[in-house]
Antibody, heavy 122, light 111 residues
């Protein structure tokens, strides 16, 4: 079955760029009907949608307005991966970051990675 | 502050029924966008519990059910078990934000 796995540094210095990759296994990232997404959860807090990418064509992306200037989501279909970059991070970006598959019909996250904790600290 | 409003906590004894509400507005739930529910045991990833208002993914017990009316939705859990103790989140799509929205989450305590 399809599985997602996040990877990347667990510690990032303030003002630097946070970079994470999500590897999709057991299925193609090009399979239609899904957006590939990032969601984060600050310590002890709720879930926050960051953005998604649709791999077809040039790779349509859409991000939450509160973060879109700092966030880049990209896809590498040859590696069956998609990535997240958050620039100019601060302590407020410390969170568990999840990659997830988002259904295009009813906007449901039906598959999730295990999540990875990223701490922003000097 | 979340676009979707949930009670911070609910509780119930084993075997009882509890409901968790999720209140939105005319740009999300009221506009007809689907409501989805997730269960998150602390330290683990969220798990899809209910999708498209009322549907259960394969493997989710019938004890869990969803409903929607107007600008609100509800998750009901019957026959509470100790293993149901977790955080529950509602989620939908918002046409003003043009993106995904979550509720703030509800902590279920099984007494």
């Amino acid at each position: 079955q399809v599985q997602l796995q996040e990877s990347g540094p667990g510690l990032v210095k303030p003002s630097q760029t946070l970079s994470l990759t999500c590897t999709v296994s057991g299925g193609s990232i090009r399979s239609g009907g899904y957006y590939w997404s990032w969601v984060r959860q600050h310590p002890g807090m709720g879930l926050e949608w960051i953005g998604y990418i649709y791999p077809s064509g040039s790779g349509t992306t859409h991000c939450h307005p509160s973060v879109h200037r700092l966030v880049t989501i990209s896809v590498d279909t040859s590696k069956n991966q998609f990535s997240l970059k958050v620039s100019s991070v601060t302590a407020a970006d410390t969170a568990v970051y999840y990659c997830a598959r988002l259904g295009a019909l009813v906007w449901d996250f039906d598959l999730w990675g295990r999540g990875t904790l990223v701490t922003v600290s000097s | 502050q979340s676009v979707l409003t949930q009670p911070p906590s609910v509780s119930g004894a084993p075997g009882q029924r509890v409901t968790i509400s999720c209140t939105g507005s005319s740009s999300n739930i009221g506009a007809g966008f689907a409501v989805n529910w997730y269960q998150q045991v602390p330290g683990t990833a969220p798990k899809l519990l209910i999708y498209d208002d009322t549907n259960r993914p394969s493997g989710v017990p019938e004890r869990f059910s969803g409903s929607k009316s107007g600008t609100s939705a509800s998750l009901a859990i019957t026959g509470l078990l100790a293993e149901d103790e977790a955080d529950y989140y509602c989620q939908s799509y918002d046409s003003i934000l043009s993106g995904v929205i979550f509720g703030g989450g509800t902590k279920l305590t099984v007494l």
